[in-house]
């Protein structure tokens, strides 16, 4: 009993924050991918647990939880199972990697199972474990990554190709999401978040490329105040010189997202611009290039 699946990751968040006290984010799903294959062993007594990733171990911890509570979840108490990771997704940058984990593990255990399961408790089970991402559904969603109260499809994203900004500062999600100080900044950035949050959705129903580019500006600028990256701004006037659609952040990671129409690619000045601005800073960092993947996570 043998399943395997994928996941993509999250360049950032298009939106995050808090309104009315309900917090929010809006996902942005990328062809970057967590794949992990399951092996369903039936009375062993063993579990084996391995984990190969091009950016880290991988967190197979989290991955090994979500597939126990999953195979609970369908009687299956007295299986045990061998898990195998491989990762194309940066860690601690803010870009999903644990909730990519997560959901192709609960895909592939399920497959292996001959189970169908629905995104809605792949979310269930992340959110019970972490605050989660929104990537185990198709296309764009806005999902409440704590609690789960919100669930709401946007659509699919225009083409684009993504450009992270990689630097080497890792933030821890679950710490970043304990601060103390988080729900008063958040309720202080509120006006401007329920700004981006409605360009947003202007955005998918004109599909406005360029007002979702501005929607992802604003949300990262009204963030600075709770997780400060001093190259920002540069970053942001920089790409919109060198004819970007727009940048994003990671709201609880070190990540910059830039993004470009899918037929267009910067010119050398982007880059030789981008190296003045981290040397700057004094930032060790690296670009990644990826594209908008709306297909979601799929089973192998």
Same mark, same amino acid.
């Given at each position: 009993m043998v399943g395997e699946a994928r996941c993509p990751a999250s360049c950032g968040e298009i939106v995050q924050g808090a309104i009315g006290g309900r917090n929010f984010l809006i996902t942005c799903p990328i062809s970057l991918y967590s794949t992990v294959r399951v092996e369903l062993i039936r009375g062993s007594g063993e579990k084996k647990h391995t984990a190969n990733s091009t950016d880290g171990a991988g967190d197979w911890q989290k991955a090994r939880e979500a597939i126990r509570k999953l195979l609970d979840y369908f009687g299956f108490h007295e299986l045990d199972f061998d898990i195998r990771i491989v990762s194309q997704i940066p860690v601690g940058k803010g870009l999903s990697s644990s909730t990519a984990d997560i959901t192709a593990a609960c895909l592939a255990a399920a497959r292996a199972l001959a189970k169908s399961i629905s995104p809605d408790l792949i979310a269930?089970?992340?959110?019970?474990?972490?605050? =989660?991402?929104?990537? #185990?559904?198709?296309?764009?969603?806005?999902?409440?990554?704590?609690?789960?109260?919100?669930?709401?499809?946007?659509?699919?994203?225009?083409?684009? *190709?993504?450009?992270?900004?990689?630097?080497?500062?890792?933030?821890?999600?679950?710490? $970043? *999401?304990?601060?103390?100080?988080?729900?008063?900044?958040?309720?202080?950035?509120? *006006? #401007?978040?329920?700004?981006?949050?409605? #360009?947003?959705?202007?955005? $998918?129903?004109?599909?406005?490329?360029?007002?979702?580019?501005?929607?992802?500006?604003? =949300?990262?600028?009204?963030?600075?105040?709770?997780?400060?990256?001093?190259?920002?701004?540069?970053?942001? *006037?920089?790409?919109?010189?060198?004819?970007?659609?727009?940048?994003?952040?990671?709201?609880?990671?070190?990540?910059?997202?830039?993004? $470009?129409?899918?037929?267009?690619?910067?010119?050398?000045?982007?880059?030789?611009?981008?190296?003045?601005?981290?040397?700057?800073?004094?930032?060790?960092?690296?670009?990644?290039?990826?594209?908008?993947?709306?297909?979601?996570?799929?089973?192998?």
């Open positions: 269930d089970i992340a959110l019970s474990i972490e605050p =989660s991402d929104g990537v #185990m559904y198709r296309g764009s969603v806005i999902f409440d990554h704590l609690h789960g109260t919100w669930r709401e499809s946007l659509g699919e994203l225009p083409d684009m *190709n993504v450009y992270i900004i990689d630097p080497e500062e890792v933030v821890d999600t679950e710490s $970043f *999401n304990s601060r103390r100080d988080l729900e008063e900044l958040n309720r202080k950035k509120e *006006n #401007m978040v329920e700004e981006a949050l409605y #360009m947003t959705r202007e955005a $998918f129903r004109k599909k406005d490329i360029g007002l979702l580019g501005r929607a992802m500006i604003k =949300s990262a600028i009204a963030h600075q105040e709770i997780l400060y990256k001093p190259h920002l701004e540069h970053i942001i *006037n920089l790409s919109l010189k060198c004819g970007a659609v727009g940048v994003n952040v990671a709201h609880s990671g070190s990540a910059v997202g830039v993004f $470009f129409e899918k037929g267009r690619t910067p010119e050398s000045s982007f880059f030789e611009g981008l190296r003045r601005i981290m040397v700057g800073f004094g930032k060790e960092y690296r670009v990644i290039k990826t594209a908008i993947d709306n297909s979601g996570p799929r089973i192998l």
